[in-house]
């Protein structure tokens, strides 16, 4: 009896200067930084497979709209109203989790160029203000050629 307390207090010690040291020594674990939101100019890049773009951007920052338009034809837009909490990346016609309901995407047409236009909020109420943080052009690729 004496012998299985003695092994689960070393089998309990054990596991406690494992979370210990796991989580930094001190026992406290410091929590990740937010991500700011996008104030500047951003860097987008757009990468595309088939006719489906994804837009990535740097500085790591947080946006609130995005919208993808062809002249003055609007193809698909994601909005999360009054936040600034799109993280990169955003796939076409994939709405990030803070997002009110959008209509689906219309479909890109294969050697049309495009522009895609990201947005921050500066604010909601009483009067919406928006600042455009980055535009990009892109081409849908043509089609490949059958062998």
């Not at 799109?86 to 009110?100: G, R």
């Not at 689906?104 to 921050?120: D, E, I, K, N, S």
Request: proline share 9%; hydrophobic share 35%.
């Amino acid at each position: 009896m004496i012998e299985r307390r003695r092994t689960v207090l070393v089998l309990a010690l054990a596991l406690g200067s494992w979370t210990l040291l796991r989580c930094g020594g001190g026992g406290t674990v410091k929590p990740l930084p937010e991500t700011p939101e996008c104030t500047d100019s951003i860097q987008i890049t757009v990468t595309i497979a088939d006719t489906i773009p994804t837009f990535s951007w740097t500085p790591d920052c947080t946006i609130g709209r995005l919208l993808v338009e062809e002249g003055i034809d609007e193809y698909w837009g994601t909005e999360a109203p009054g936040q600034n909490c799109y993280h990169t990346p955003i796939v076409f016609n994939s709405n990030p989790p803070c997002t009110t309901l959008e209509e689906q995407a219309r479909p890109l047409a294969r050697g049309h160029t495009y522009r895609v236009t990201m947005y921050r909020w500066v604010t909601y109420t009483p009067v919406e203000s928006l600042q455009v943080v980055g535009v990009k052009f892109f081409t849908a690729p043509l089609a490949a050629a059958n062998p």
